[in-house]
């Protein structure tokens, strides 16, 4: 219900219509553009917890660790707010940690160790705000249309604006 609440107070309503999607991102989608939080335009961006900890398990190896590094500044700079209620963007949307939502029920083929799964459960949280799961994992976009929940792919050059939005001050 909270999640529900707190979706229909940050939208506009246009005759009825709820108007912001809802963005939930992988992790992977953090490495290849540390930048991808902040280009979903007026829209709410919701990040999993389990996210944040493959970012910081990540961190430490060798290869993308800037990217990863980028992101969790951004997470920080951020988290001025309370990123559990969600932050403005300049942008005009908004940004949110999401707990792991272990109350959730998957079927028993997916267990619950899996860090894929754990954002699927998240998923299946918001699904009242009908979200829209973002993902370069192939297998995870497979699970969610199993699952009902709508993936899809991201590409960095989908969007490369030339000035990135910022958390709102």
Request: aromatic letters at 6%; glycine letters at 6%; hydrophobic letters at 45%.
């Amino acid at each position: 219900f909270y999640m529900f609440l707190w979706y229909a107070v940050k939208n506009r309503l246009k005759g009825g219509i709820f108007m912001a999607k809802t963005y939930v991102l992988d992790t992977n989608v953090l490495i290849q553009a540390p930048y991808a939080m902040r280009v979903f335009e007026d829209n709410h961006v919701v990040i999993p917890l389990v996210v944040v900890e493959e970012l910081d398990g990540l961190k430490k190896a060798d290869g993308e660790r800037g990217s990863m590094r980028q992101a969790i500044r951004f997470l920080d700079a951020a988290s001025r707010g309370n990123l559990l209620d969600g932050v403005p963007l300049d942008n005009g949307g908004t940004l949110r940690i999401e707990i792991n939502c272990v109350h959730e029920a998957l079927p028993d083929s997916l267990p619950d160790d899996q860090a894929d799964n754990r954002i699927l459960k998240v998923c299946r949280h918001l699904q009242q705000c009908q979200p829209i799961l973002v993902t370069k994992d192939l297998v995870l976009r497979l699970k969610a249309q199993v699952l009902n929940i709508e993936a899809q792919d991201f590409s960095r050059e989908q969007v490369l604006p030339e000035k990135m939005p910022t958390p709102a001050a």
